[in-house]
């Protein structure tokens, strides 16, 4: 498969739902799709078609700065300003590292569609 191929096919499976989805709404980025689509290059791409589990985590930190990036300049409140303490920095802390094991999970959830996808174009 070509990188385009591979391209067009990730862009095909990236999931709208995930397992442990709580705070991350991808819908508050506008279009989704367009926003994943620059995502979907290197090494995004080597990631979810080879990479390893343990290769998610430098890639969901990136999404997870461009995300509440992207929160901000929509004018969209970060999720713990609806928490008990918005300003406190232990709970920041927390609401941050949650929004990046969200993004581990939705790579591993895009990896698995992918995959699957790969196996049925493959047996096509």
């Not at 290197?42 to 080879?50: A, G």
């Not at 390893?52 to 999404?63: G, H, I, N, Q, T």
Request: glycine share 4%; proline share 7%; with cysteine.
């Amino acid at each position: 498969m070509t990188d385009e191929e591979l391209s067009d096919l990730a862009m095909q499976c990236w999931p709208s739902d995930w397992p442990g989805q709580t705070f991350v709404e991808l819908d508050n980025l506008g279009d989704p799709g367009a926003y994943l689509s620059q995502w979907v290059a290197e090494p995004c791409l080597d990631r979810l078609t080879e990479g390893e589990v343990a290769d998610d985590d430098p890639l969901a930190e990136s999404l997870r700065e461009d995300y509440l990036a992207v929160l901000e300049e929509h004018a969209f409140s970060p999720p713990w300003e609806f928490g008990d303490d918005p300003k406190d920095p232990k709970c920041i802390a927390e609401c941050q590292e949650a929004i990046r094991r969200e993004f581990v999970a939705f790579l591993r959830a895009w990896r698995q569609n992918m995959k699957a996808k790969m196996a049925q174009v493959g047996n096509a």
